[in-house]
Structure formats: C-alpha cells, structure tokens
C-alpha cells in the first residue's frame, strides 16, 4: 500500500498557474503508475493526467493538453504543473496510484490507493 499526500492547491486568477504535489511513501514499485484526477461539485472524478513511475511516458485528457504537465523527481513526488488555469479547472484535485500495471489507466476504478484531496479554485 501506498500513502500519497496533495498539496498546492488554493485562489487562483483565470490565466494562473499552480503546481500540485503528490507525495508517495510506503511499497512504490517501479511498475507503479500515479494519475491525477479532478472532482468537481456535482460531478464525477474525472481523469487529468498520469505518469508510470520511471516517468518516461505520461498521458492527459485533451481538456489539459498543452496547459498541464505531469512530471516526478526522484524523490518519490509527483507534480502537477497547471498553467493557464481556466474557471472550468476548479475542483479538488487527488493523485492516486496502480500497481503493477504497463499502461496508464484513465479511470478512477483502476486505480488502488487515493490521497485526501487538494482545492483548486480558478476566479474568472
């Protein structure tokens, strides 16, 4: 099992930029895969982005493509990196991870372990 942690969030003015962090501690495995997801009020989780562990392949939803970056160090944390930030990208943010998996799934239940969750509000 797998602890991961948000942080980043907060108010932030349409155009904006914010980095989300994702720290992962306890059984990582090198055939891991972390995604970020979104929920926003009233609605379902929906897919952002995902990283494999090595961080050499990643996949996002056409509504982040060329805004948002998902990206690891080597430290066990994974980012977020949200620029041009539209009022549609509010929600809370949550990282989760699979195991033992070689393609980067894109729905929630594919996923095994989730964090708490972090809040993103864009201000038009």
């Known amino acids: 099992q797998v602890q991961l942690v948000e942080s980043g969030g907060g108010l932030v003015q349409a155009g904006g930029s914010l980095r989300l962090s994702c720290a992962a501690s306890?059984?990582?495995?090198?055939?891991?895969?972390v995604g970020w997801f979104r929920q926003a009020p009233g609605k379902e989780h929906e897919f952002v982005a995902a990283i494999n562990w090595s961080g050499t392949s990643t996949n996002y939803a056409d509504s982040v493509k060329g805004r948002f970056t998902i990206s690891r160090d080597n430290k066990n944390t994974i980012y977020l990196q949200m620029n041009n930030l539209e009022p549609e990208d509010t929600a809370v943010y949550y990282c989760?991870?699979?195991?033992?998996?070689?393609?980067?799934?894109?729905?929630?239940?594919?996923?095994?372990?989730w964090g708490q969750g972090t809040q993103v509000t864009v201000s038009s």
């Open positions: 989760a991870a699979r195991y033992t998996i070689v393609r980067l799934p894109t729905t929630p239940g594919e996923y095994d372990d």
């Open positions: 306890g059984h990582t495995s090198a055939s891991s895969v």
